[in-house]
């Protein structure tokens, strides 16, 4: 399946290693789901970890180097802005499609729910898990 992270997923992973983000990671090692990613989402990755995780330098080129290995990267050259309430959310979805994802993995479900128009479903870490038979 072919995913877009949203980085509220990213922080809650770095934050508990026993949650679903955290489990979602490592489910991400094995190449069964396919993640997505633009420069603009994973430059908000990597400042956003360095604001809020309780990380250090280890952990937080850790994730970054995990993610750019295991990602799709692409290039966004149309813009659906203000489609969502939030810009960043419509960055989110800009990526989801163009790279045809089918999920788009969050906590913030609300701000995601016009994704449906696009046949992207917005899905928790933990239902998106017990979709594809982890938990």
């Excluded at 609300?110 to 479903?121: E, H, L, P, R, S």
Aim: proline share 2%; glycine share 4%; no cysteine.
């Amino acid at each position: 399946m072919d995913v877009v992270i949203d980085t509220n997923v990213i922080i809650t992973a770095m934050r508990s290693r026993y949650g679903a983000s955290n489990r979602l990671l490592q489910e991400l090692a094995t190449g069964k789901t396919t993640v997505h990613i633009s420069v603009p989402l994973f430059l908000e990755y990597a400042e956003v970890l360095l604001r809020f995780a309780d990380i250090g330098v280890t952990e937080y080129t850790t994730i970054l180097s995990f993610i750019d290995t295991i990602a799709i990267h692409h290039n966004i050259f149309f813009l659906f802005r203000k489609f969502l309430s939030d810009n960043d959310d419509d960055m989110i979805l800009e990526l989801a499609i163009k790279a045809n994802a089918q999920y788009i993995i969050t906590y913030n479900i609300k701000d995601f729910k016009n994704a449906v128009q696009f046949g992207i479903i917005p899905i928790t870490p933990k239902d998106y898990l017990q979709l594809i038979g982890v938990l």
